[in-house]
């Protein structure tokens, strides 16, 4: 078996962005990547919700940690770590904060800092496709990681390869649709409020 120098580095290079990734969630009250160039200033309203916050940093915790694993399931989920990572990087900016303005909005809330979201939905339309596109090589990655841990007896990587493919479903059939959505909402009510 190959191992690069870029393999081995990579799970510390990981553990250590997918801290920074932590931290700045929680804070979430900073400046979020809209686009490379662009920042949006982030609400208090606009923030990822906290259920999917958790269950992002538990999943990278998981990822980190089969990282580390030694043999073949190891340098499987090294694979996955590394298409999955970006993506994760560009949903936490662009297509899990909407989804913080859903409750506000189904309650009929609209506040002027709600069109904040906009640069963020409509980052997420425009790359749609692209993003579903990692999703296909984050799933097939996915897939080898579960058949490795299964062949070799990894439980626990196993279910982590489990739980990651219906994270991905749910964001495919849930989450972007639901973002796209809000981003449209605000703008139509933003309208509906503007209008003479």
Do not use: W
């Amino acid at each position: 078996m190959r191992c690069s120098s870029f393999a081995v580095a990579l799970p510390g290079l990981l553990l250590t962005h997918l801290t920074l990734i932590s931290s700045a969630a929680v804070a979430q009250t900073s400046a979020v990547g809209v686009t490379p160039r662009q920042e949006a200033h982030v609400t208090a309203q606009i923030r990822i919700p906290e259920s999917l916050r958790i269950e992002h940093e538990e999943i990278h915790a998981e990822l980190v940690r089969a990282t580390k694993a030694p043999g073949s399931v190891g340098e499987a989920a090294r694979q996955l770590a590394a298409v999955l990572h970006p993506h994760f990087v560009r949903e936490e900016e662009i297509a899990l904060p909407p989804l913080g303005l859903l409750a506000p909005l189904a309650r009929g809330e609209l506040t002027p800092e709600m069109r904040e979201v906009l640069p963020m939905t409509d980052s997420l339309r425009t790359e749609l496709p692209r993003m579903l596109e990692e999703h296909r090589a984050i799933r097939s990655a996915t897939m080898r990681l579960g058949d490795v841990a299964r062949a070799e007896g990894n439980e626990q990587v196993a279910q982590l390869a489990s739980k990651l493919a219906l994270h991905a479903q749910g964001e495919e059939e849930l989450f972007y649709p639901a973002a796209v959505l809000v981003g449209d909402l605000v703008r139509s009510r933003m309208r509906t409020t503007s209008a003479p």
